[in-house]
């Protein structure tokens, strides 16, 4: 096994990582147990799948997170603990449990996730042995090896870091994320953790993740198939010092546009690696009557695997794209629709332009942007995608065996 390097880009006061292999993920020798720790409580906010068929630690989560407080998240991939009946969330206690005492602090400040194959039961002797090993291992630069730790099928890493200026003091914000299939939330991501020494209201700090979740997030796809174990958290530890955010605060705007922008490339992120894709795909809808008139029609374009199948071979075939406009359930006028692929309007007033190259040159690129402006109104909104290849068939296709 390669080991990753400490790496001190990453470093957040106040907060230690760790990241080892505990043999969950069968077959492998990798790192698959992980812990986010912060050294001392922490202002938490959280939002969960709204799959109704939820796993343990989602459950706990959601039961823990009222408090609004929190210091240590651990982590397992290659098990997703759902649909494991009352021993699930007996086991997730347990984790947590466990956990606390090893950290020495309260199993209600601990929260757990888990990703990975639904259905069969945690190997809980071999998480049991690695929890001690796991706190004994944190580090304040190894949220590198936590990205790493908690890839199912991703390809590669999803970590950002932002630094931004509060009251004269320079905070950061840190996140990272795991997701390259099943990915249709309608909450957060599958599993994104953020962490902060940003001092900062429980009520602003909720505010700023679900107005970033809502614009990032909940504007993704890759397959059109929501998780049982979606979980997005944020973890807030006041080391920076600063006077506290509210949503009052001058400051309040420039947390949130930091936390949007990076959850957006996390998102990004996500999308280019989806499970077998080759493209990125951006939709953007302009020209809407409500903002929620163009997020209905990105999301209908993005979802739509004609769409997706014809960018993956380089087909220029528009009428896929106006077809998915006119299903999405909006008020249109199909006479003032225009859509451009990248720079090249291939749509003009609902009807092919003449002018327009419709060669398969068109999808060449591996970042592709749809843009349709509806000349209805001044909202907007976009999505983020990927192509539907035969690689997604054949992964999906071996993904338990």
């Given amino acids: 096994m390669k080991e990753i390097p400490l790496n001190k880009k990453y470093f957040i006061p106040g907060f230690k990582f760790s990241a080892i292999p505990a043999g969950i993920k069968k077959r492998s020798k990798k790192p698959d147990l992980s812990i986010i720790y912060s050294e001392k409580p922490s202002t938490v906010a959280g ?14 989560d959601i039961k823990r997170i009222k408090s609004n407080k929190g210091q240590a998240i651990i982590i397992n ?7 494991t009946g009352e021993k699930g969330f007996i086991d997730a206690e347990e984790i947590t449990t466990l956990t606390a005492n090893e950290l020495n602090i309260s199993k209600e400040l601990v929260y757990v996730s888990s990703t990975g194959i639904i259905g069969r039961p945690l190997p809980m002797a071999k998480i049991r042995k690695a929890i001690p090993e796991a706190v004994n291992n944190l580090s304040p630069y190894s949220l590198e090896k936590v990205a790493n730790a908690i890839m199912t099928t991703d390809t590669f ?33 599958m599993l994104s953790y953020i962490v902060t020494d940003i001092y900062i209201s429980t009520n602003a700090l909720k505010h700023a993740l679900t107005n970033a979740a809502r614009t990032s ?3 993704l796809v890759v397959d059109n198939d929501m998780s049982t174990n979606d979980t997005l958290m944020i973890m807030a530890n006041g080391m920076l010092g600063n006077k506290s ?24 992120m ?117 192509d539907l290849t035969e690689k997604y068939i054949k992964i999906n296709a071996e993904y338990s065996t």
């Fill in 217 to 219: 997030f909940n504007r």
């Fill in 157 to 189: 890493p999803k970590i950002l870091i932002r630094k931004i200026n509060i009251g004269g003091k320079t905070g950061t914000i840190a996140g990272i994320a795991k997701g390259s299939g099943m990915i249709s939330p309608n909450m957060a991501t």
């Fill in 270 to 386: 996500i999308a280019i690696d989806g499970e077998g894709a080759t493209k990125f795909i951006e939709i953007i809808v302009t020209g809407a009557k409500k903002e929620a008139d163009a997020e209905k029609i990105a999301r209908a374009i993005a979802t739509s695997m004609l769409v997706k199948t014809a960018i993956y071979g380089n087909d220029p075939n528009w009428g896929r794209i106006i077809a998915a406009i006119g299903y999405a359930g909006v008020e249109i006028a199909e006479n003032k629709i225009s859509i451009f692929i990248n720079n090249c309007q291939i749509v003009i007033n609902g009807v092919s332009n003449p002018k327009a190259r419709t060669s398969r040159s068109l999808f060449a690129d591996k970042e592709i942007t749809i843009t349709v402006d509806l000349r209805l109104g001044n909202k907007s909104a976009d999505f983020f995608t990927c």
């Fill in 77 to 83: 991939s290659g098990n997703a603990n759902a649909c």
């Fill in 47 to 60: 939002v969960f799948t709204t799959n109704k068929i939820k796993a343990a630690p989602v459950k706990l």
């Fill in 245 to 268: 955010i509210t949503l009052q605060s001058p400051q309040y705007k420039v947390f949130e546009n930091a936390l949007n922008g990076l959850s957006r490339e996390l998102a990004k």
